[in-house]
């Protein structure tokens, strides 16, 4: 399914990453022996469309395929077809030299700060490892400065630098990722889940700071969350992904004042709201999301859908544009063809 999502730019070259058509299988196998091989489709047919400067939030439940689209972009998982054009250059083309030399380019900030800084290595090495891989600054008291500086930045002191993981807080630690991702001077980053495992009182503060950070060196995010009140917060445009696919792209204030697609509809429906008298019904989903390894025929959300009819069990819907560079993939619409 070909889901052409793009910013309202008339400019193209304003578009920092460019992605179409991509799709990234795993095969699985079952059974005795794993003989049996089965086709798990987790991103299945994307395309959308970062400009220079600009925040994409993805959202949808666990186990849509957010993550994985977000690390397919940067080529941590090889996609399985499709294209990733960064600054108008295919990287799906490059081999394993040209590629190192692109990634300085493109970073990831991961979920559990916990879990990705090595233990064994201070902040000084854990935050300098890309310096030095990427021979950005002489080893001594050049690096040293810079490790210092880029701490700075993300509000930590510089004695930090001989300090190790486990002597931060969460909300450290997840500074100190940012700061690793910050050190070879990227244009655009994947925040995968950032602040989803930190605790209410410090997500703010991490939000904020990518906010300030991405004023400062014109970066361009991703931003991966099923928070929707953070992403209405950081985001200039929101897609929404359901089962590998998106099902609804557009600027977030529209998208959160006007949601169109069922799936949408529901997620909205279930944040809660400070004055219950704005509160909407909500909006029950039956039954659990379908597995990727086997996704239904025709619309994928059909087997949840509210407002099913029977074209959604045998049709795939196409998106289509409603305007105000808004797009949905839904039977609903006069637009998709029937």
């Known amino acids: ?26 095969t699985v196998k079952r059974g005795f022996f794993g ?20 925040t994409v939030g993805l959202v949808g439940e666990s186990g849509c395929g957010k993550s994985t689209l977000g690390r397919t972009i940067l080529r941590l998982y090889e996609p399985s077809s499709g294209a990733v054009r960064f600054d108008g250059q295919d990287i799906c083309s490059l081999n394993s030299l040209q590629m190192r030399a692109q990634r300085k380019n493109m970073q990831i900030i991961f979920q559990d700060p916990f879990a990705s800084l090595d233990p064994r290595m201070t902040v000084g090495a854990l935050v300098g490892e890309a310096l030095a891989i990427h021979d950005l600054e002489k080893e001594g008291n050049q690096r040293q400065e810079k490790i210092k500086e880029l701490l700075s930045l993300v509000g930590l002191r510089p004695e930090a630098i001989r300090r190790y993981p486990h002597e931060f807080s969460g909300g450290q ?20 889940e950032p602040i989803s495992a930190l605790d209410v009182s410090i997500q703010a503060q991490i939000v904020n700071l990518l906010q300030d950070l991405q004023e400062k060196f014109s970066l361009s995010y991703l931003f991966i969350a099923h928070d929707l009140p953070i992403v209405r917060y950081i985001s200039t445009q929101t897609a929404v992904m359901y089962l590998g696919d998106i099902v609804e792209f557009g600027p977030t204030a529209l998208v959160h004042a006007d949601p169109k697609h069922p799936y949408t ?7 809660p709201s400070a004055d219950p008298a704005k509160k909407g019904k909500r909006i029950i989903l ?12 025709g619309c994928k959300f059909h087997t949840r859908c509210p407002e099913v009819f029977e074209l959604c069990h045998h049709v795939v819907p196409q998106m289509v544009t409603i305007g105000a560079g808004r797009r949905v993939s839904c039977h609903l619409y006069p637009s998709c063809p029937k």
């Open 286 to 297: 039956k039954g659990e999301i379908p597995s990727p390894l086997n996704p239904p025929r």
């Open 1 to 26: 399914m070909d889901q052409k999502i793009s910013t309202e730019s008339s400019n193209k070259t304003s578009n920092l990453v460019e992605v179409q058509d991509l799709k990234k299988y795993f």
């Open 173 to 192: 630690r997840q500074r100190i990722g940012i700061a690793r991702a910050l050190a070879v001077k990227p244009q655009f980053i994947v925040c995968d």
């Open 35 to 54: 003989r049996s091989k089965q086709v798990l489709k987790a991103v299945d047919g994307v395309s959308l469309s970062i400009a220079k400067g600009e």
């Open 265 to 271: 509809r529901a997620l909205l429906s279930s944040v």
